[in-house]
């Protein structure tokens, strides 16, 4: 029988769908059965017999021989009369099989029978690649950047499955082109009109620690784990580390000899700054850790308000919050602490609260935002810097620092 011209070479096309032997198999079957029910309609005495080895799909009808005047469905049956035109050998009661020519089925049909085993092969390949991928997420993958738009990044993967990164999920100094290989984690999967779609980050933590465990191999076996991170993509990193092993030193085998380590994952991140700190469960330490560069001189902390104040030297304020305050709000999302800092006092300085009542409360809270708790860390500017730094009027900063400086010269 021809092979219907839907396949040219069975084994070619299951390899080529990645579509199990089986699978496809019952595939065809149930697609074929379906058309022989609307054709004859029932599929119980047909036989559909697959050569997977050649392409070749032959089917058998087997009808069961009645007297002439007990003929009643052509479906099942066949009169005596007819089937001794054929082979007079037949006799009442026996079975009569014949092969159904493809020609049987009818132009539309075989039209229709096509595109119904089109689908079908392509809902089990999405269904293949939704359970593949599933099984995959959390994990790192590379793959070819095939189009970028202003929303969304198409990669490729090695079966050439679209896979998509959103651009919330990029680094914002990501900048890829047509070919250009990628690394990401996928982030995860969905359905989406019976197709999958497929998401990938690399603004996730988990992106950063995958590259961890690819770079470090300490990581990968166990010795070090990775307890938390917080990170800005594309500015700023923290990662928390702890080793099982006295002998080993975790900060120092994940930043590697002469930084090589530590280097490689910055370079992927697009220059992302990480700070590696040792982890410990006493709460106090981590948080100074966290504060790193900053040194601090001493700390309170309020276990059930999940609240740190901690006090700083003049010259480790500014360490301490960092660039657009990037230091202390991964030092916050690191530790799980609202973290205050204050600037300690020398001696003959005043806290800014004590100007309550001749300033006011929201610009005392402005100025301790940018690192200015006290009278002498906010006259160490001119009228026109601190209204820069604090968003002031510079009427505002002036009245402000007219203030402070009276309290200095009543001591005087």
């Known amino acids: 029988m021809n092979n219907l011209n839907l396949i040219s070479n069975f084994a070619e096309f299951k390899e080529l769908k990645n579509i199990d032997?089986?699978?496809m198999i019952g595939v065809l079957e149930d697609v074929?059965?379906?058309?022989?029910?609307?054709?004859?309609g029932t599929d119980e005495n047909f036989d559909i017999i697959i050569n997977d080895d050649k392409g070749d799909l032959e089917i058998w009808r087997n009808r069961e021989v009645v007297a002439d005047e007990d003929f009643t469905d052509e479906a099942t049956q066949i009169s005596l009369s007819e089937v001794l035109k054929i082979?007079?050998?037949?006799?009442?009661?026996?079975?009569y099989t014949d092969e159904i020519p493809?020609?049987?089925f009818g132009r539309r049909a075989v039209l229709s029978?096509?595109?119904?085993?089109a689908s079908r092969i392509l809902d089990l390949e999405n269904a293949g690649v939704y359970d593949d991928y599933s099984s995959k997420v959390g994990e790192l993958i590379s793959g070819e950047v095939y189009q970028v738009w202003k929303r969304d990044m198409m990669i490729l993967d090695e079966e050439e499955n679209e896979l998509v990164m959103p651009k919330s999920e990029q680094i914002p100094n990501d900048f890829y082109r047509k070919g250009d290989t990628i690394k990401a984690i996928i982030k995860s999967v969905e359905m989406v009109n019976n197709k999958p779609r497929v998401i990938l980050s690399r603004t996730a933590n988990l992106f950063l620690e995958k590259l961890f465990e690819q770079e470090v191999p300490e990581i990968n076996d166990g010795l070090i784990t990775i307890k938390k991170i917080a990170r800005i993509?594309?500015?700023?990193?923290k990662v928390a580390v702890e080793s099982y092993d006295d002998r080993v030193d975790p900060v120092g085998a994940c930043v590697g000899v002469k930084g090589a380590r530590i280097y490689t994952i910055v370079k992927e991140l697009r220059n992302e700054n990480i700070d590696v700190i040792q982890y410990t469960a006493n709460t106090s330490l981590l948080i100074q850790r966290a504060l790193s560069p900053a040194k601090v001189s001493s700390i309170t902390i309020d276990e059930e308000k999940n609240t740190a104040q901690v006090y700083l030297q003049p010259d480790q304020v500014s360490l301490a919050i960092g660039k657009g305050g990037?230091?202390?709000r991964l030092a916050k999302l690191l530790t799980?602490?609202?973290i205050d800092v204050f600037r300690e006092l020398e001696e003959e300085d005043v806290a800014l609260t004590e100007f309550a009542d001749e300033i006011e409360g929201w610009i005392i809270d402005t100025l301790h935002n940018i690192g200015c708790d006290t009278a002498k860390s906010v006259l160490e500017m001119n009228a026109e810097t601190l209204a820069k730094r604090a968003d002031l009027e510079v009427e505002q900063a002036e009245k402000v620092l007219e203030i402070l400086s009276a309290e200095f010269e009543e001591e005087e």
Do not use: C, M, W
């Open 32 to 40: 074929f059965r379906h058309a022989l029910q609307k054709q004859y």
């Open 326 to 328: 990037l230091n202390i």
């Open 87 to 95: 082979d007079d050998s037949y006799e009442v009661g026996d079975e």
């Open 102 to 104: 493809f020609s049987a």
């Open 336 to 338: 799980g602490f609202d």
């Open 233 to 237: 993509p594309g500015e700023r990193a």
């Open 113 to 117: 029978l096509r595109q119904n085993l």
């Open 21 to 23: 032997k089986s699978t």
